[in-house]
């Protein structure tokens, strides 16, 4: 065992430890429910939790992320058993259908969370600063390796990689779930996730329910963690800062975003849930128990947002270098502050209408129930105004990559900077004003559908700015077209689409016939795509070099690009098109008589090409790391900060400043440079 | 002829390219599906106005970004600066104010489509709605008749008074171009026009559970007369229910029990009603019962009691707390006589 490869290591632990969870949860369920349940929810979870924590023992050792995993999942059974136990003096039962009963998965899940923080050590030094004792500034990691990236680190640009590649995977499960219920989409009436389905308490209709609500919501989750991770690793670098402005924060925010995705993913064993990623009320009220490990796992993965927002301005405001003055900041720095303001302002109204529902369902308090005076349509009005805005928390630092990128390909400045920094300030502000145009139809009050028109219909002017600007940058450019530029052009294509195609919906009498249908699943899968997916892709191969010292390899990822373009342009068409025919959104089946059942088996054929494209670049990610072509020097002949050093990235950065003497995107004047180092009495290479 | 005048004659081609593609896809002039009402022509013309606009913005991006591609192309091996081109204020003043005001003249034509949409006929009819997980019910206040089946006269507006019994539902008929969410706790509005005769279906447009795909029913745009003979024939049977079991078929209706069992043998959400009572049924948990007064009057009352062997566990049927003792019997008196 000990001379195994670690990865496989793992891989066994994972699958012995699946089985005995299996064996443990089948044992508990018939001790509380007298049967045995082969399909039911608690082996589920007591398999994905047991396998989940021995994959990484295997790896890792039981330090970092593993004994997080373990104080989780016994920090869960203590809170649980807790309430279990308080009931049980109040005389209720005490155990439910799924071994729990509500209570205690709630209270269990907090305690669980909490728990996995104190486990995997994100917060030893403060309290040894609580304790009065000195913590030494930088940590001494327990491995120099990849397994680094298993434990904590105070290191932006180890922070920036664990957001990273969390956000792959959860991307992979995200698009994994979609296939499964794209499959069953193929074709009319009910093929494997029929009424007789049963799997993990669910039938599978609700199974397919489940699927569809948490591919949204995971699927955000990961987008989320995804900006955080580019924002981490290359802020600090553009800015020339040693690291973030506060560094455990930073460790806090990436941590507390792990026992979410696993609160979250639980939900599929907790009996799912039929709301959507919206979980508005009242079905939100009658779901079953895993609605609420979904509003909790929301809950929790707020905090990483508002705390990494905050970081992000403190590390804007505060750590520039010398002469960086705000109109000489790359581009994508105030792409990642304007993101960061709506991500820190904002999320906290998802958590709050969430917890609203968490305590109707808990308590008994009737905020959005009519029967004891609540409104349902409150519940939307707090949802929307930060999931509204949210769309461009994912979108914007998207959009600051394509401007980053545009000018090294094209050889020519950026077009009207100002304009552009501008504009995505612009659209920040103007998304706070916007949220009520996804309930044109929900019966709010007749008046407001005016006014939100006017101001949804505003958004397109900043947002025209950009693609003005972008189209100007390529104009009469010297443009070369490796990978990252490729996918920097596909997103504008992709933005675009999605761009054009939210007119129809913010106009108000076209969107009666629109709303909550395939158009409109089309059409944010666009401004996703183009906004977030491509961008993400984009800077996954422009600042790979910078990270590893190699690069990914061209020819994979030129295929991975071509795949995924025309099978996402066709996929989305295709949905907007079903969806004005008459296909409705988050529908397990169609009436046959829509005569849209060719059209749906090409679109699930396009899903799968898809993610074989994207399978092509995960081989291509993790293959590159060792064995891609070394790429040490300036890769891309880029004027930014970060390429003038050699790649890898040294463990502190830059071992001396710089100060900034020119602008960030002079291509074309060949005497002024952006940054200039300053020599100091050390100063090593020149 | 310079770059620009390339490029311009290109976009106005693309324009039109992009148009004519939509136009023969039957998308420029109006959405799918059939317009099927009034209020539908208004907002076809607004579509098409979009769609125009559309057809332009794309041609506008998209044609001098793969022309650059194509024209301004680095050479193999080449690493050559582009122009030093920093901006150009005047311009994006101009991307900026026309955009604006296109937005603005946007939101008027929206503002005025939306008070076409809406316009009040004072002659229009009511309809109350009832919306329950999994099916719609509609009331005639004028005629005491209710009807799963929505018949509507051609070319008189109507306004749908809709409720729901639990959930968020949405009330839309492709073919009107018209959605209204129906929600818990007040009555909202939906006022159509229907101008062509034939069958249509609404379809629950708003999540609400498990069997949400199949929250369909039948809406049917009648002339005046066969109108007239319709709501003729549904006074008859109204007025022929007089009995236990013409009662309880009323009530069936009314409470949507029908929405998930059929009458006649068909395979639906929930067990058939057809030679039901008397019957042996098996249950999810290997008994048997048989189904007489006492078993069917639990099952309405407590739809998890018991779950029918091959159904869906738990129920997807909703406890009716609201039913009488009365009424229970005469939904029972009803399935008696389904043989």
Known sequence: ?686 | MGHFGIVGILVILMTVLTYFGLDAAGLAKQMHPVAASAQAASIDQLWHWEMMVISFLFSLIVVPMVYSLAVFRQKKGELKDGEHIEGNTQLEITWTVIPLFTVIAFAYFGAYSLGEVRRVDPDAFVVNVQARQFSWTFEYPEYGVVSTELHLPVGRQVVLKMESADVIHSFWVPEFRVKQDVVPGRVTEYRITPTKEGSYKVRCAELCGVSHAYMENKVIVDSQAQYEAWVAEQVKLAAEAQTPEGQGKLLATKNACVGCHSADGTAMTGPTWFNLYGSQVSLADGSTVTADEAFLTESIRDPNASIVATFASPSVMPPYPQLTDEEIANIIAYIKTLK
């Open chain 1, 1 to 686: 065992m000990k001379n195994m490869n670690p990865f496989w290591r793992g891989m066994l632990a994972l699958l012995v430890f699946s089985l005995a969870g299996y064996g443990v949860g089948l044992g508990l369920d018939v001790l509380v429910d007298g049967k045995v349940n082969f399909s039911g929810p608690v082996p589920g979870v007591f398999a994905l939790f047991f396998g989940f924590t021995a994959f990484f023992l295997g790896v890792f050792g039981y330090r970092g992320i593993t004994r997080g995993l373990v104080w989780q999942v016994v920090g869960t059974l203590i809170g649980g058993l807790f309430v279990a136990l308080i009931r049980l003096v109040m005389g209720l039962p005490a155990f439910g259908d799924f071994f729990f009963t509500e209570p205690s998965w709630v209270f269990g899940g907090l305690t669980g969370v909490l728990s996995f923080i104190v486990g995997v050590g994100v917060v030893d030094d403060w309290i040894k600063w609580a304790r009065g004792l000195d913590t030494p500034e930088h940590h001494e990691e327990h491995y120099s390796d990849w397994r680094k990236y298993f434990g904590v680190s105070v290191d932006h640009k180890v922070i920036g990689v664990q957001y990273t590649v969390t956000a792959l995977l959860l991307i992979a499960v995200g698009g994994l779930f979609a296939l499964i219920f794209r499959t069953e989409l193929a074709a009319s009436k009910l093929q494997f996730l029929t009424d007789q389905t049963q799997l993990f308490g669910q039938n599978g209709p609700q199974l397919f329910n489940t699927l569809m609500s948490l591919h949204g919501m995971i699927m955000i989750v990961s987008i989320l963690l995804g900006i955080s991770g580019i924002i981490n690793y290359v802020v600090p670098l553009l800015l020339g800062a040693q690291d973030m402005a506060f560094p455990r924060l930073n460790a806090f925010s990436y941590w507390i975003a792990v026992p979410a995705a696993v609160l979250l993913l639980s939900s599929l064993f907790l009996g799912g849930f039929d709301t959507g990623w919206t979980g508005y009320p009242p079905l939100s009220a009658r779901a079953p128990v895993g609605m609420q490990m979904f509003f909790l796992g929301v809950f929790v993965a707020g905090w990483s947002s508002v705390l990494s927002a905050l970081n992000v301005l403190v590390t804007v405001v505060r750590m520039r270098s010398v002469g960086m003055t705000a109109m000489k900041m790359p581009i994508f720095v105030w792409a990642s502050v304007a993101t960061s303001l709506i991500a820190l302002t904002a999320t906290q109204f998802i958590g709050l209408s969430f917890q609203l529902v968490m305590f109707q369902r808990l308590f008994g308090m009737g905020f959005f129930d009519a029967a004891k005076g609540g409104n349902p349509i409150l519940f939307q009005h707090l949802f929307w105004f930060y999931s509204h805005p949210a769309v461009y928390v994912f979108v914007l630092p998207g959009l600051g990559v394509i401007s980053e990128l545009l000018p090294v390909f094209v050889r020519k400045p950026l077009f009207g900077y100002r304009w552009v920094a501008m504009s995505s300030l612009g659209i920040a502000l103007v998304g706070f004003l916007v949220w009520a145009h996804h309930m044109f139809t929900s019966g709010m009050n007749e008046y407001l559908r005016v006014p939100f028109m006017y101001s949804t219909l505003l958004v397109a002017v900043p947002t025209g700015v950009k693609f003005f600007s972008w189209v100007a940058t390529i104009w009469k450019g010297r443009i070369s077209t490796p990978t990252p530029m490729l996918f920097a052009l596909g997103a504008i294509v992709v933005f675009l689409l999605g761009g054009l195609t939210g007119p129809p919906n913010a106009t108000v009498s076209t969107d009666l016939h629109l709303h909550d249908t395939y158009f409109i699943v089309g059409h944010f899968h666009d401004t996703i795509f183009g906004g977030f997916v491509f961008p993400f892709f984009a800077a996954l191969y422009y600042w790979f070099p910078k990270a590893t010292g190699r690069r990914m390899n061209e020819t994979l990822g030129k295929i991975h690009f071509w795949l995924m373009t025309p099978s996402f342009l066709f996929l989305t068409l295709g949905m907007m098109y079903v969806g004005l025919i008459g296909m409705r959104r988050r529908i397990v089946d169609y009436d046959p008589a829509l005569l849209i059942d060719g059209w749906h088996l090409a679109l699930t054929v396009s899903a799968f090409l898809i993610a074989i494209s994207v399978l092509v670049f995960f081989y291509n990610f993790f293959y590159s790391i060792k064995n891609g072509e070394k790429a040490e020097g300036n890769l891309w002949h880029s004027r930014s900060p970060e390429w003038q050093v050699p790649s890898p990235m040294p463990v502190h950065n830059y071992d001396r400043p710089f100060e900034v003497v020119g602008e960030p995107y002079d291509y074309g004047l060949n005497d002024a440079g952006y940054v200039k180092f300053i020599e100091s009495a050390g100063g090593k290479h020149g």
